[in-house]
T-cell receptor
Framework: NAGVTQTPKFQVLKTGQSMTLQCAQD?????MYWYRQDPGMGLRLIYY???????DKGEVPNGYNVSRLNKREFSLRLESAAPSQTSVYFC?????????????FGEGSWLTVV | AQTVTQSQPEMSVQEAETVTLSCTYD???????LFWYKQPPSRQMILVIRQEAYKQQNATENRFSVNFQKAAKSFSLKISDSQLGDAAMYFCAYWSAGGTSYGKLTFGQGTILTVHP
């Protein structure tokens, strides 16, 4: 999806390792989000940032930290990866304007923790 | 906290027929947006349709329309003239436009739609 870039796309980690998922958008959006999606399930909100300088917990924040580095970038960090964190991670950003509310998604990051 | 419920884990429809996917939500807010997203096996998230809570008129996008019942907190998606390419997981989502949860985007559990030729 144009506008929201996630890296890396695929990653395999060993239990206990740390890593950071990067997300950047070039659409001047205020709000950014991190979700995880487990097989056959919906998107569960990990953290979100309604505006630059703010972050809030979602439904499943345990084991994760986030940083809204600037308006463009919103990173998700796993300090000590666990097999339960094996999932597909999606970053999204949002623009609410006169044309309505538009939400853009990245293509997903496949993370496997062994 | 806002919650979104999709009570139909799976639905099926014959090609060219009509199918309706259900979604209910719980909120105390008056200003919000509702969305339906389609997710094919590629995992790409594709916006199908959106509805602003303050608009009474139901949104329509080609073969896709919604039945928005604000008082009942219901937001169902109707797909007319179903096509094989409509087969996917469909998610209902709620975006908070005010209050302490401003900017929070919550998804339902999803409904897998199968289209039979």
């Amino acid at each position: 999806n144009a506008g929201v870039t996630q890296t890396p796309k695929f990653q395999v980690l060993k239990t206990g390792q740390s890593m950071t998922l990067q997300c950047a958008q070039d659409m001047n959006h205020n709000s950014m989000y991190w979700y995880r999606q487990d097989p056959g399930m919906g998107l569960r909100l990990i953290y979100y940032s309604a505006s630059e300088g703010t972050t809030d917990k979602g439904e499943v924040p345990n084991g994760y930290n986030v940083s809204r580095l600037n308006k463009r970038e919103f990173s998700l960090r796993l300090e000590s990866a666990a097999p339960s964190q094996t999932s597909v991670y999606f970053c999204a950003s949002n623009r609410k304007g006169t044309a309505g509310n538009t939400i853009y998604f990245g293509e997903g990051s496949w993370l496997t923790v062994v | 906290a806002q919650t979104v419920t999709q009570s139909q884990p799976e639905m099926s429809v014959q090609e060219a027929e009509t199918v309706t996917l259900s979604c209910t939500y719980d909120t105390s807010e008056s200003d919000y947006y509702l969305f339906w997203y389609k997710q094919p096996p590629s995992r790409q998230m594709i916006l199908v349709i959106r509805q602003e809570a303050y608009k009474q008129q139901n949104a329509t996008e080609n073969r896709f329309s919604v039945n928005f019942q604000k008082a009942a907190k219901s937001f169902s998606l109707k797909i007319s003239d179903s096509q094989l390419g409509d087969a996917a997981m469909y998610f209902c989502a709620y975006w908070s436009a005010g209050g302490t949860s401003y900017g929070k985007l919550t998804f339902g559990q999803g409904t897998i739609l199968t289209v039979h030729p």
